[in-house]
């Protein structure tokens, strides 16, 4: 199971509830509550009380608001995955997450091939102005913790990712470069960073390209490949992704970026065009047929 905890640093309470619950598209299979004393189930009610809870601690400019966690399961296991059994893992993310001290809410979206459950929770303890903080090491242990939970507890899910597999993948990957990076420096070398690689593989292709799609060619040719999430624009490559601002090369490429985006979204649609088409002349055939 894969755990993702993204932060929310603008009051958007209710736009976030109404993701989570659902407003005019399919609604979550189901409402858990940690800690809300609300009965209701309405987007509006559940974040109401979270955004209430929040008046009881002075909010700084670009202070976290609220957290939006993701947990996720394998599209292999979909067929095997019960509303109750998501039910449950939901209840006991929360308990484990928040505890007696924090609020929060999760629903579900079946909607896509993997199955989501999503949970607000409040970025600070109930009526207290202390904020419920998680540092990276103990949200990584909750996540082993709990893709241990849901392993024991539903065997069935044997495609439903392992959080421990890839964070021991990650520590052993981590290890071997700081050993690899060790041993050069006693040698009197020094070899780049894989970011430091991706901001010199960049910068190499912008000079060379003079189009949107030689870039891509080029950085291609390096192994990398372009992404754009939203207003994130960045490179991906053996699965590690490189944002272009922290690269410190957004400026000098986003104009490609962009115009890759862009095409790539004319081609989606030209594709739908030629779909509806090609489905119309299907009906137009059929209709021809029972005429005869």
């Not at 421990?164 to 960073?193: M, W």
């Not at 910068?203 to 003079?210: N, R, V």
């Amino acid at each position: 199971m894969i755990i993702k905890s993204l932060t929310r640093k603008t009051a958007e309470y209710r736009q976030l509830g109404r993701y989570i619950v659902g407003k005019g598209r399919a609604k979550s299979a189901f409402i858990v509550r940690h800690n809300l004393q609300t009965e209701g189930e309405g987007a509006d009610e559940l974040s109401h009380e979270i955004e209430e809870n929040a008046s009881y601690t002075r909010q700084r400019k670009n202070g976290v608001r609220m957290y939006h966690e993701i947990l996720s399961f394998s599209p292999k296991d979909k067929a095997k995955i019960t509303p109750e059994m998501l039910e449950d893992v939901a209840r006991e993310y929360l308990a484990e997450r928040l505890g007696d001290c924090g609020l929060g809410f999760a629903g579900v979206h079946r909607e896509k091939e993997n199955v989501h459950i999503h949970c607000m929770i409040g970025a600070n303890q109930i009526k207290s102005s202390r904020k419920l903080r998680i540092s990276k090491a103990d949200f990584d242990r909750m996540k082993i913790k709990m893709s241990g939970w849901v392993k024991e507890k539903y065997p069935e899910l044997v495609h439903t990712y392992d959080q421990r597999k890839r964070t021991r993948g990650k520590v052993k990957e981590r290890q071997r470069e700081n050993r690899r990076n060790a041993r050069l420096k006693a040698e009197g070398r020094k070899v780049p960073s894989k970011k430091e690689m991706a901001r010199s593989a960049v910068i190499g292709a912008a000079k060379a390209a003079k189009s949107a799609a030689q870039l891509v060619s080029i950085l291609k040719a390096d192994g990398y490949a372009p992404y754009n999430r939203g207003k994130t624009l960045g490179l991906v490559k053996d699965g590690l992704r490189f944002r272009l601002s922290s690269l410190g090369v957004l400026e000098m490429v986003s104009g490609f970026f962009n115009a890759i985006a862009r095409t790539g979204k004319h081609l989606a649609e030209l594709e739908q065009i030629q779909s509806q088409k090609v489905e119309e002349q299907e009906k137009e055939k059929e209709q021809g047929r029972e005429m005869d």
